[in-house]
């Protein structure tokens, strides 16, 4: 069997995005309701899907949109802010994101997956400068090669189309493909319809939909023992 490349999605996949969340939460609130940060992250990210498209087309702004996400999710949770609160919060989450890190686990997943396959790419939805930042601040110049990243604003295309799946399957020489990624409606469903092996990062223990992975996972050292078994099927 041709050795596979694997591609990883960005956030909720090679980082935990609640960890800079709950940074600024902490920043914003102080000791206020802390209790709620758990349903206000899952609330906050649900709200920023519902209107993620819209602004990468230039329906709404991206205030708008960060607007939106926080007062909305945030309401959801029982915690009122105004607009000017929700995008001074946004400032505090983005400012977090620059200062994100590579676990010691996933840095392990991501060596072997550059000694084990043919080669490690990106695919991720989002604007070119924050996910630009996100990948320098992860240090993933070490792992994947520019010509194997792709980010939505940059190709015109967007998670689960499966256009933006095939362009990274060309640049990967045209053989056969993994994908890892945390949401299974754009990145399993946007994978599997190119025919890719899939694996689902279900980092919060998410009831599994109507779309099937070939493989769930539920944290980065069960993902390594899954690639590695499948590195391991690869090659006999």
Not at 188 to 209: S, V, Y
């Amino acid at each position: 069997m041709d050795r596979l490349t694997i591609f990883f999605d960005l956030d909720d996949t090679l980082y935990d995005r609640i960890v800079p969340y709950a940074q600024a939460f902490y920043q914003f609130f102080g000791g206020r309701y802390t209790e709620r940060l758990p349903q206000a992250f899952d609330a906050v990210i649900h709200r920023g899907y519902e209107v993620f498209a819209d602004a990468h087309t230039g329906k709404i702004t991206m205030d708008a949109m960060h607007i939106y996400r926080h007062q909305t999710g945030l309401a959801d949770t029982g915690i009122s802010i105004t607009p000017d609160e929700a995008l001074r919060f946004q400032a505090l989450y983005a400012e977090q994101q620059r200062h994100i890190s590579l676990s010691d686990t996933m840095c392990r997943v991501l060596d072997m997956c550059k000694e084990r396959f043919a080669a490690v790419g990106v695919i991720t939805n989002g604007g070119v400068d924050s996910q630009t930042g996100k990948l320098r601040s992860l240090g993933m110049e070490r792992w994947a090669a520019t010509p194997l990243i792709f980010i939505s604003d940059a190709v015109g295309v967007m998670k689960p189309a499966p256009e933006i799946f095939r362009m990274a399957q060309t640049a990967a020489g045209g053989g056969l493909c993994l994908f890892v990624g945390d949401s299974c409606s754009q990145d399993i469903a946007g994978a599997a319809a190119c025919g890719w092996q899939t694996i689902w990062m279900n980092r919060r223990g998410e009831a599994p939909g109507d779309i099937r992975p070939d493989h769930t996972v539920t944290s980065e050292q069960e993902l390594l023992a899954c690639l590695q078994a499948i590195a391991d099927a690869a090659q006999n």
